[in-house]
């Protein structure tokens, strides 16, 4: 997703920071994984009849937890009044729900029921062997929103997860949706081609998928601690808290999910999805994206949905869920509530 050499950056820290963070992630990983294992006994308890509304089409729900059409568990958090208008948020790559705890937090705050989910093979979802494309990324959340029964939602994503509410909307239609948000989104098209010559080359993201099989640990640091928050520009402020925060996510997310999804993200073709946004959108993109650059996305994105909103950050980075929470809370909240 971003230059070879921003890839390349290293994040070096002393000894005993290292020790004291290997055990903190090593006790939330434990954690997670006790967690996931009761649930699934749990699950595996539970009769046919824990189904969920009518109209699923064979999603069922457990809790905090629904099983898609084809068995796999899709872990995912409720917030707000239950009674609230709906907002439903999907997450990038490699990470999990949790890279929206700040919006979701916010928009719960004021009144919204917020629904985000872990994709799956990330987070707390299972991590099944196939399936990792953006068709099963759409229907999972196609079975998400019918099992819940949510309607009048709007429905935004953030980098892959843009693509996925994307690829939701030109599969399943806005029957249920009544606006849509594409935050530091992927479409129409990461990957450069013959028809999209604004691309990214092909190599980068071949060299992403190579960084994953030989340190995907490495790799993870790497990009939070360079291009993602930006961090890599003069004068920036890092923060290692933002960088253990995208590890450990993505250390949550399955090894050959978190591999396929790459070229999920970057090689799919979201042109003909876009064309299918017959609803208020608002698309919002920092300038100095060094992952999804702003001129084959954002702008792009906009010439495709042109009733869409297009705001831009002045010199902000990818990561803008966290680095410009402030004024992306603000901006959220706002489109939901006109």
């Known amino acids: 997703m971003t230059q070879a050499k921003a890839v390349s950056a290293s994040v070096s820290s002393g000894l005993s ?49 629904i099983i898609t059409r084809d068995g796999v568990e899709i872990y995912y958090k409720d917030w707000g009044p239950k009674d609230g208008p709906v907002v439903v948020l999907s997450h990038g790559w490699p990470l999990s729900s949790d890279s929206w705890e700040a919006q979701a937090f916010h928009l719960a705050n004021n009144g919204f029921r917020v629904i985000t989910h872990d994709r799956r ?7 099944p062997w196939d399936g990792n494309d953006m068709d099963h990324y759409a229907d999972d959340l196609a079975d998400l929103i019918n099992a819940l029964d949510l309607k009048e939602i709007f429905l935004a994503g953030f980098s892959t997860g843009g693509g996925e509410i994307s690829r939701y909307i030109g599969r399943h239609g806005t029957g249920r949706v009544a606006k849509a948000g594409l935050i530091s989104a992927v479409p129409p098209l990461m990957v ?19 960084a994953s099989l030989k340190d995907r640990s ?7 601690a360079g291009p993602f928050f930006g961090f890599n520009r003069p004068g920036a402020v890092t923060s290692q808290g933002m960088i253990d925060s995208f590890w450990l996510q993505g250390m949550m997310g399955g090894h ?66 966290d680095t410009h929470k402030d004024q992306l809370n603000a901006d959220l909240l706002a489109f939901a509530k006109a």
């Open 17 to 65: 920071r290292r020790t004291v963070l290997s055990a903190a992630f090593g006790a939330a990983a434990t954690a997670a994984a006790v967690s996931a294992t009761n649930t699934a006994a749990k699950a595996a308890s539970t009769t046919a009849s824990t189904a969920g509304v009518a109209g699923t089409e064979g999603a069922k729900t457990m809790g905090s937890r």
């Open 121 to 127: 093979g990330h987070g707390r979802s299972s991590q």
């Open 192 to 210: 450069k081609t013959d028809a999209n010559p604004g691309g990214l080359p092909k190599e980068v993201f071949d060299g992403l998928q190579a």
């Open 256 to 321: 050959k999910n978190t591999y396929d999804s790459i070229v999920a993200f970057s090689q799919t073709d979201f042109t003909e999805d876009l064309k299918r946004f017959d609803v208020p959108t608002l698309i919002i993109h920092g300038d100095d994206d060094q992952i999804v650059p702003i001129d084959a996305a954002a702008r792009a994105s906009k010439k495709l949905v042109p009733h869409a909103e297009l705001k831009v950050y002045a010199g902000a980075p990818h990561g803008i869920t």
């Open 218 to 224: 490495k790799l993870y640091r790497d990009i939070a």
